[in-house]
């Protein structure tokens, strides 16, 4: 092969990989470019994101709650009383909406079990140890919750502890299911009992403390009862309010 004919063939061949060189070159500043505004419209939807869930919309109240509301002053801490005439007063439910306290706390945890004065009854079948229901229970029926006996009655059990003790059913002192007043027991027991304590991570409390149309002095007691389970040393503030009705703050000094 003559020395020119070698030389032809170089030159073709420089020029092949310069073309191909060129050829990736602008593939690569195409897929760049491409890259580049695929990065710009994520940053945008996102800033598009980010700028609607920073939006809010106010609450709007309705007029009923409005003019609730323009019966008490939100700056001034009301008596206890004073408080409870003004949340029934405020409720503007149609139906025996039901009241509610809420606390801050200084501390957060459980703060321990109440028994209100006046609320609903608990729905447990609580009875009272006599001839019937010593012969029902030894028939092997157990139609009950909680049993009552007194130190008199409470011999005639003992027969029955394999029965009753695996269902904590046997009368004991400790809980109030062993007396000599058993009616006074029942009344005590049928009480509704709620454990109070705050939520977990913050140290605020919210209770149901009754009902609208409970008298005012009911409700009155129920919350005194709870300021005293609470005490009174440890809330930072109390606000009552119904179902549907403003908050009423309470000045627990007086």
Known sequence: MSKTTQENKAKKLKTKVEEQDL????????????????????VSETAEAETTKTVKVAKV???????????????????????????????????????????????????????FPHLETSSKNIVILNDAVLAEIKEGKVNFDILIATPVTMPKLLPFARVLGPKGLMPNPKNGTLTDKPEEAVKKLSVAKTMVKTEK???????????????????VENVAELIKVVKATKIKKLALCATMGPCVKVDITK
Do not use: C
């Not at 050829?23 to 994520?42: I, R, S, Y």
């Not at 991570?201 to 409700?219: F, N, R, W, Y």
């Open 23 to 42: 050829e990736l070159t602008q593939k690569a500043n195409m897929e760049t470019e491409t890259e580049a505004v695929e990065e710009t419209a994520e």
């Open 61 to 115: 109240r309705g007029k009923k709650y409005q003019a609730a509301k323009k019966k008490i002053d939100v700056m001034k801490f009301y008596p206890l009383a004073e408080a409870v005439k003004l949340v029934k007063e405020t409720s503007f439910s149609k139906f025996d909406g039901k009241i509610e306290a809420h606390i801050t706390t200084y501390d957060a945890g459980n703060v321990g079990e109440i028994a």
């Open 201 to 219: 991570k913050a140290p605020v409390i919210h209770i149901i403390v009754g009902k609208v149309s409970q008298t005012e002095s009911d409700l």
